[in-house]
């Protein structure tokens, strides 16, 4: 026969445990509500099973009717815990494991038969495992392994549990078997529990060291790609290239006179221009392969199909960052940004060789005032880069405003003739 006062010990104990394991780590991070939730689970769980093996001992009012729907409670808490996880609104349908046994332990043919009680328990228990499997595994949850590995272990608690149930019902099972059926169902669910919390802490260190190795490779001020992160997205983007038969843009950024901006406004207002440019400028570069390079210099790599779209997208981020009003609490700052690119076809694409024309052309646009671009096509991509940068090298690429003014002189003399 087996003992249902020991497992329950035995469950009990090991739920505390992990329930306190749970407050402290929930403790160390109370942003992070999940923890919260997964330790009442373990607490309500532990709890009920232990006002259920005091049974006899304490009124039945609180071994049987609570001491069961607490430990259901303890199901909802979980469910809360992962929805909590993926910050997802918690669902009512979390509170159906207690609210199945607390609507039906009052129908007299339940409440006066044990084994109905414990047929209403584990087909309570099926459905809040079942719940749980639909919390770890929703739609739109992240592809993890993990994740299908802990929904399968809910899986196969909720089947164990309807299984029990569906068993001492055709049976027609005596009270002494019921205690043995179900107390073997609770004690693989105990296994099945244990074996979920090791899947969930090995779904959240993967969690946590995706997010560490995201935090590597971005600049913490602005949000977007830093030096390294960027340079780890070339060879993808080569291949997207080299498969679309396209060309590689590398387009340096540099803001112009940015230590007059923190000379002058002081350097919160500087990280302000900072931001601005990044937010600016990521939302016109395809794939969002831009990052900052470092100070006031930030690059993007584009797949473009010629010279002029790689002009194109310069000088709208040009025009776009110009016009654009950055207000600090101490003034409205103006800022401008200058711009070198360099093309080449994806197969003879070199970012080092590209950076480099970039910069080259990044420095003519310096020499020529400032607040423009400057490209080199193909070939002043790929020469070596001489002594001394030629000031006049690259090809001056028309400001927005140069364009407009031309088209305008154009209509003048189509009106004059």
């Known amino acids: 026969m087996f003992n ?19 407050f402290m780590a929930w403790r160390q991070n109370t942003s ?38 607490i430990a259901l409670l303890g199901q909802s808490a979980w469910i809360a815990g992962f929805m909590a ?22 129908l007299p043919w339940v409440y006066d038969d044990y084994g109905n009680r414990v047929i209403l328990y584990n087909l309570a228990s099926a459905t809040g495992a079942t719940g749980l499997a639909l919390a770890v595994c929703f739609p739109g949850a992240r592809v993890e392994r993990t994740r299908h590995k802990l929904a399968a272990v809910f899986i196969i608690q909720a089947c164990l549990c309807f299984a029990g149930a569906v068993t001492i019902a055709v049976s027609g099972a005596s009270d002494m078997q019921a205690i ?84 002058r406004f002081g350097h919160q207002a500087g990280d302000a221009v900072l931001s601005a440019f990044a937010r600016t400028a990521r939302q016109f570069v395809p794939n969002k392969v831009f990052g900052r390079m470092g100070g006031e210099e930030f690059a993007a790599f584009a797949m473009v199909s010629d010279q002029t779209e790689a002009e194109a997208l310069a000088e709208s981020i040009r025009a776009e960052f110009c016009r654009l009003p950055i207000t600090t609490p101490e003034a409205i700052v103006p800022a401008t ?47 070596p880069p001489s002594a001394e940068t030629d000031k006049n090298a690259g090809e001056l690429v028309p400001t927005v405003d140069d364009q407009v003014d031309a088209l305008r002189r154009i209509g003048a003399f189509a009106r004059a003739g």
């Open 32 to 69: 992070n509500k999940a923890y919260l939730y997964w330790g009442l689970g373990f607490l309500l769980s532990g709890s009920g099973f232990a006002l259920v093996a005091l049974r006899g001992e304490i009124p039945d009012i609180l071994s049987i009717d609570a001491g069961n729907a």
């Open 4 to 22: 249902v006062a020991t497992g329950l010990s035995i469950w009990c104990s090991e739920a505390m445990t992990l329930a306190l394991l749970l």
């Open 180 to 263: 043995n059926y179900g107390g073997a169902v609770a004690m693989a669910s105990a296994f099945l529990l244990t074996m979920a919390f090791a899947l969930t802490c090995r779904m959240i260190m993967d969690r946590s060291e995706r997010h560490l190795r995201t935090l590597s490779l971005t600049d913490s001020l602005t949000g977007v790609w830093n030096r390294r992160g960027l340079f780890a997205h070339f060879d993808a983007l080569q291949q997207r290239a080299l498969a679309a038969e396209r060309q590689i843009a590398v387009l340096l950024f540099d803001l112009d006179h940015f230590k007059r901006i923190n000379d």
């Open 85 to 106: 996880l993926d910050r997802r609104k918690i669902e009512w349908w979390a509170l159906l494991p207690p609210a199945i046994w607390l609507a039906g332990v009052y």
């Open 337 to 383: 940004v200058s711009i070198g690119i360099a093309i080449s076809s994806a197969a003879d694409a070199n970012m080092d060789r590209l950076i480099s024309a970039a910069d080259r052309a990044l420095y003519a646009a310096k020499a020529a005032g400032r607040n423009c671009s400057v490209v080199f096509g193909a070939e002043e991509a790929a020469a």
